[in-house]
């Protein structure tokens, strides 16, 4: 059936907007497809049910390129078996890759803290680190989740990703402080390279993946390797790409293979001191053939996987360097202090009641970029004490506009 000759959905009687129907179009989408339910205990393998279902988006549970190349991790990789771990939520058993970066920190990717789609974020309190199922004893939880501080204590490039363009795969990221020392063993160092010399590093056969995958190995890491790393894919070409993701000069697109629960993982080198991780796994790129009306998709016809999404790991390297060095505010009635200068400058309308949330992050990120600093959305000791100091009032760059219920 043509495009012309689709009927409209409503009688012409009726008061609607006439049926207006564009020829096929392309439209992208960024697949994340987490074990939601993962196992509840060590080996077992509940029916996977990916993150986005019902979302109306393309599912890509698992995105093998040709011959599957992963394989179970040499157990002589212990600086690799002990640097990574999966990030779990007793609650709603989600899981996600993460891996350590420094002795109280992972990093992984920030759906897996804030959700997406159209899938609720997992509850701060019941994320655990720990560095396979089998671990049960010792669990590293967020910092402050007993305290319900929890929120204060990560920072990410985004608290929502948009799966749709322009897609901001490139601030899917999140730093993790854990309420303890899990990583004592092996930290993996963050590279300083750019996408474009990540490309030239697979070419000569250097990249290669290591993460968890719903689908293999029963819970054990896995290896992918070789992987290949290009500006463009078989399918969509550096325009569209640019036109689909948003700061695409960050973006990694690669074909190692991924499987659900992957999501955080990294893309690594071997350096002289170690394994340096060049980029952070993320989803699929995914290109569906749609029918448009009046700009809205009404009809999804074929979707093709183009290659995986990474963020370069210079973003998160940047990121770590000022997370280190935050004091976090421990005392809610700090958290109100900073809620109450930000208001009386105009950059935040929530109450003062000292409990951080995205409406507080977002206002300290507002006040961030007037000072020109890097924007961390983190409430901190020097934070307040630079509002305390400066009396002089700084006008927002643009008015808060949230709803009071999120602090």
Known sequence: MSAASIPPARSQT??????????????????????????????????????LAGSGLPLVPVAVFGRDERRPLQQSRRDLHEALGLLYDDHSRLVCTAFCVARDVVATAA????????????????????????????????????????????????????????????????????DRRA????????????????????????????????????????????????PSFEGADRQTIERDFDDAGNLVLHDCDTGAASSGSPLLVDGPRGPEVVAVNVGTYVLSKVLMNDG????????????????????LKRALTAFERAEILAEARDVAEVQHQLARRGYYEGASDGVYGPQTRAAIERVEAAWRMAPTGLATRSLLLRLQQDSLAVAPAEPARHSQRSR
């Not at 009726?14 to 205990?41: D, F, K």
């Not at 809205?296 to 973003?315: G, H, M, P, Y």
Request: glycine content about 8%; proline content about 9%.
């Open 111 to 178: 759906h897996c803290i804030h959700g997406t789609g159209d899938r609720p974020p997992p509850r701060l309190s019941g994320l655990s680190f720990r560095h396979t199922f089998a671990e049960r004893r010792g669990l590293a939880r967020i910092a402050g989740a007993a305290g319900g501080t929890a929120a204060q204590h990560i920072m990410s490039g985004s608290t929502r990703l948009s799966v749709r363009p322009p897609i901001d795969a490139t601030s899917d990221w999140a730093l993790v402080r854990l």
């Open 183 to 230: 990583c004592t063993r092996s930290i993996l160092a963050l590279a300083d390279y750019e996408a474009g010399e990540v490309a030239e590093l697979a070419a000569a056969g250097r990249v290669y993946q290591v993460a968890f995958h719903r689908d293999f190995a029963d819970w054990r890491l896995a290896i992918g390797t070789p992987c290949k790393v290009s």
């Open 296 to 315: 809205e998709i009404v009809k999804r016809f074929r979707s093709d996987t183009i290659a995986n999404t990474a963020l370069s790991a210079t973003i």
């Open 14 to 51: 009726q008061r609607s907007r006439p049926w207006r129907p564009v020829p096929w179009r392309l439209a992208a989408a960024l697949a994340i497809a987490l074990p939601w339910p993962g196992p509840a205990a060590a080996g077992s393998a509940p029916p996977l049910r990916p993150a």
